[in-house]
């Protein structure tokens, strides 16, 4: 299977499917949904018709040119397109806003459906590409047996049938213990703690899922500063195609003092931490999912400010995310903040929405959902440090007043400063205990799901009866975890929200008497 023809068998198969999907569009568009086609439909399928030819150009040309470069290509050409589509919805929602909801729908199902069709195809060439390359292995190996079995039979066919007899029992014996020894129980065991850490951790690479014994990942780009050899940046396919290491730099293994963090080597052979600002598999998640959320928002804003205040109620998706953010703002928000809600209401409501949407996409078992944001305790700390800050900063001289001089008894305050000291200790604890309650709720949902799927392939060696049996009941959990899971996913949002508006309506105890007198 050359490139030549990968790249005829694309064009063939991606006019026809343009055809298609493009013809179906419309038919959808007239029919099911009356009313909602629009003069710019005809733009969507054809300007992603004319983005895969020139992608599969590209692909050709850096086949033949720079094969190694390819998989850079690949993701360099995705993020192109990614990029482009936002700029061109963005124009087209911009220059027609009447046809903005019809157009931004269509065109994000078109983009789904092209990238489920591309990504179909290039892995089927690859996987073609590596079935061949495995064969070809696999007579290469079988020439190297065959022969020298065919010159040992003629040899044996003049010698004695004693020894032939010897040499037939020997090799019997040796395929007998030949099939003995593998290690298929090594191979076959499942190592829970790597599923289970593997999922929740961080790395440097998004596992999608492995087809035999390919691992189908996804490549993160990795930037480092070291500060012997200076910046660096390259995918990180670069550290498994060069045994482990590149330009100095390697995965810290496991039992290390730096175990799955990118290090070097200094002179005396110690692992050193480089200044690591690479593009992991939780940022990469972090990043995506902030854009869906501007996308949510910024097309329910669209909707409000192209019509005049007092027009007729939204429904559908809008009418839902209305209730949704009405329900956030009157019953978190300004209940427990008080009269001066709307200087914070916008944090609130952001945090509200950016932690609910992490923690359902962390619930998706495929890309590119199921990454563990919110069971990050780095990202629930920087969440903590920004509440904490927007109750210190704009706190009131009541409330300064309340943690350094308490209404209590003077001899809880003077000589030993027993309540000042509690309260003051208390403003760190606050931050603390919203970062903890995130972090571990949610890693304990993610790591409780995957310990119940792990149990199927554990039993799978207790014998059918066991094994079908706990396999029941692990898919009944998992039913009832995962539900379970939807509904933490908007408590813990909602907590987090209410705890940040309680601790900001409390230091803005002196501003909220001020503004009732």
């Not at 020439?143 to 010897?166: D, R």
């Amino acid at each position: 299977m050359n490139i030549s023809k990968t790249k005829r068998n694309f064009i063939c198969w991606h006019t026809l499917f343009a055809v298609i999907s493009a013809a179906l569009g419309a038919v959808i568009l007239h029919f099911a949904l009356p009313g909602h086609y629009f003069g710019g439909y005809p733009f969507i399928p054809v300007y992603f018709y004319f983005f895969g030819l020139a992608s599969i150009y590209m692909f050709d040309a850096c086949r033949r040119h720079a094969p190694q470069r390819l998989l850079l290509l690949y993701l360099a050409m995705k993020m192109i397109k990614m990029i482009l589509s936002l700029i061109l919805v963005l124009i087209y929602c911009l220059a027609v806003r009447e046809e903005a909801r019809a157009f931004l729908l269509t065109f994000i199902s078109f983009y789904l459906i092209y990238l489920i069709f591309e990504t179909w195809f290039f892995f089927s060439f690859e996987m073609n590409q590596k079935r061949k390359k495995k064969i070809r292995r696999n007579m290469k190996q079988l020439h190297n047996i065959v022969a020298p079995l065919i010159l040992f039979c003629l040899m044996a066919a003049v010698s004695l049938p004693v020894l032939a007899q010897e040499q037939e029992g020997e090799t019997v014996a040796q395929q007998t213990q030949d099939e003995i020894t593998p290690k298929e129980e090594q191979e076959n065991t499942v190592d829970v703690k790597e599923i289970v850490f593997g999922h929740i951790g961080d790395s440097y690479e998004w596992h999608i899922t492995t087809w035999g014994n390919t691992h189908i990942t996804i490549p993160l780009p990795i930037i480092v500063y070291s500060s012997t050899s200076g910046w660096h940046t390259f995918l990180s396919s670069r550290l498994e195609e060069n045994g482990g290491t590149y330009e100095g730099l390697s995965i810290a293994p496991a039992g290390s003092k730096y175990e799955g963090k990118l290090v070097e080597y200094d002179a005396a052979g110690e692992q050193v931490r480089p200044w690591d600002i690479s593009i992991t598999k939780v940022t990469f998640a972090l990043l995506f999912n902030s854009v869906l959320l501007l996308v949510i928002v910024l097309c329910v804003a669209h909707w409000y400010r192209k019509r005049p205040q007092g027009a007729k109620a939204p429904g559908g998706f809008i009418g839902f995310m209305e209730m949704f953010i009405m329900m956030v703002n009157d019953d978190i928000i300004k209940s427990c903040v008080g009269p001066n809600y709307r200087k914070f209401a916008p944090y609130l409501l952001t945090a509200f929405f950016f932690i609910f949407i992490n923690n359902m996409m962390g619930l998706i078992p495929f890309f590119p959902g199921g990454a563990n944001v919110t069971g990050n305790i780095a990202i629930t700390m920087v969440l903590a440090v920004c509440t904490f800050l927007a109750v210190n900063i704009f706190g009131t001289k009541h409330y300064w007043k309340d943690i350094f001089w308490p209404d209590v008894p003077w001899w809880l305050k003077v000589p030993v400063p027993m309540m000042p000291f509690i309260e003051f200790f208390g403003i760190f604890t606050k931050p603390f205990a919203l970062m903890i309650r995130l972090f571990a709720n949610m890693l304990a949902g993610h790591m409780a799901m995957l310990v119940l799927t792990c149990l199927i392939f554990i039993s799978a060696s207790m014998g059918p009866a066991l094994n079908g049996t706990l396999t029941v009941a692990s898919v009944l959990f998992n039913i009832f975890m995962n539900a379970l899971e939807l509904l933490v996913a908007f408590i813990q949002a909602y907590v987090f929200t209410m705890l940040s508006a309680v601790f900001i309506g409390l230091a803005q105890e002196g501003a909220r008497v001020k503004t009732e007198e």
